[in-house]
């Protein structure tokens, strides 16, 4: 079995920043890609970030330029630093992880709790 536990959502102001952060436990062998997925209300499940073990890190255009995904391999924990938010960045932040060439949660399985990020004035 596979753990990931999100945190560090919030209530924020327009124009605030968020760190958010995931830990992977448990069965996480051949550990490769990390990510971060978002859902608001009425919307479907979205990729936000994708950081691969190496190389260039992938993001949503809606969030390029403001979102910075970051991992720490020691502590098997991805992080997502998000700047200059937006009243549509309001949604469940959700993170996922890729074991070999399999993503851990998958589209049509509930993806638990997440983390509310909620943005307004």
């Known amino acids: 079995q596979v753990q990931l536990m999100e945190s560090g959502g919030g209530l924020v102001q327009p124009g605030g920043s968020l760190r958010l952060s995931c830990v992977a436990s448990?069965?996480?062998?051949?550990?490769?890609?990390m990510g971060w997925y978002r859902q608001a209300p009425g919307k479907q499940r979205e990729m936000v970030a994708i950081?691969?073990?190496?190389?260039?890190?992938n993001y949503a255009d809606s969030v390029k330029g403001r979102f910075t995904i970051s991992r720490d391999n020691a502590k098997n924990t991805v992080y997502l630093q998000m700047d200059s938010l937006k009243s549509e960045d309001t949604a469940v932040y959700y993170c996922?992880?890729?074991?070999?060439?399999?993503?851990?949660?998958?589209?049509?399985?509930?993806w638990g709790q997440g983390t509310q990020v909620t943005v307004s004035s």
């Open positions: 996922n992880v890729l074991l070999g060439n399999r993503w851990y949660r998958r589209s049509g399985d509930t």
């Open positions: 448990g069965s996480i062998f051949s550990l490769n890609a």
């Open positions: 950081i691969p073990n190496s190389g260039t890190p």
